[in-house]
Each structure stands twice: as C-alpha cells, then as structure tokens.
C-alpha cells in the first residue's frame, strides 16, 4: 500500500504481482494507521473509487461496492473443518473457500488463496469479504486466517461494509 497523495488520501495498492484497484485488508488497515497518528480521514481513495471510512466500537470500518473487489472463484465447502482441511490452490488460482460455522448466527469460516496475485494464502480478504457479504446479503462474522476476524455488513445501497481491531505489531524506519 503507497500513499500517493496526502491531502486526498490516494492509494495504490500492490501485491507481489499485481496492483489491485480495491483491497479491503489494507484500506481498513490505512484509515486505523491515520487515525492513530492523529490523521483521521472520511474517505480514502485507492484506484477503484472513493471509499468511505469510519470508527465505532473499537472498530475500523470502510465501505465499498463489491464489484470494486478482485473476483475470486468463491466455493462453499461443507464444513469449517473441509475449509481448515483444504489444501489450498494451485498457480494462477484466485480461491476462496468457505462454510458456515454457525449459520443462525451468520458466523463462517473462510480460508482465501489468491496465487495468482503471488500470494499463498491471504491472512485476511477484506476483498473477499465483501464479495461473499454482497451474495449472502446478511451480517456476518468472518474468522479468516490463524486470528483475523472480519465483520462484514450490506447496505440496502448494494455497498457493504468490512471492518475490525487493529493492532499495531511493529514500525520501521526507513
């Protein structure tokens, strides 16, 4: 993720192998990092649009239309145990496996392996999230990855929003 311009928030955002227009890991991960430097904007602005961002309840928020996103050959798998048991992808894939953990509660368990974008498998797709939010049109609570938990929620406007904690592990200095 590069910030491009300053004053109005433009992004660019890379993988290993691509520049994505929309990644919703890392935006939800820019708007809490300018708010904790005291830099807190309304709205970023990667390549795909103008991207709305807030705080409310511990939590990081952006808002965005799912068609902005990645695509990814999504998969329902039976279980969460099919999903943590999955082998992942082959090259050049964009996988994205899932199953309900708790379906009346909207709670589900997704793994996301975007080799072709040079990544193994993703910790957190907020990318994903968005997608699978916009076919299920319901609130859901996505635990992703070792830790990562992404709450995603539609909006009657067809935008949803993906948000989380975030913690700051390290900085570096350059």
Do not use: N
């Amino acid at each position: 993720m590069f910030v491009s311009d300053t004053e109005r928030v433009e992004l660019r955002i890379h993988t290993p192998t691509v520049e994505l227009p929309l990644a919703g890991h890392p935006l939800v991960g820019t708007a809490w990092l300018l708010a904790y430097q005291e830099r807190a904007v309304d709205v970023l602005r990667p390549p795909a649009g103008e991207v709305p961002t807030w705080e409310s309840e511990e939590r990081t928020w952006i808002s965005a239309d799912p068609q902005w996103a990645p695509q990814f050959d999504m998969r329902q798998l039976e279980s969460a145990a099919a999903v943590e048991d999955h082998p992942g992808a082959g090259l050049d894939e964009h996988l994205h496996v899932w199953a309900w953990q708790d379906k009346q509660a909207g709670r589900v368990r997704v793994r996301v392996f975007p080799t072709a974008m040079g990544i193994t498998e993703d910790e957190a797709t907020g990318a994903a999230a968005l997608r699978l939010c916009a076919v299920l049109q319901r609130p859901l609570a996505i635990h992703q990855g070792t830790h990562s938990q992404i709450l995603a929620r539609p909006a009657p406007d067809g935008t949803v929003a993906v948000g989380g904690r975030v913690h700051l592990v390290e900085t570096r200095g350059y």
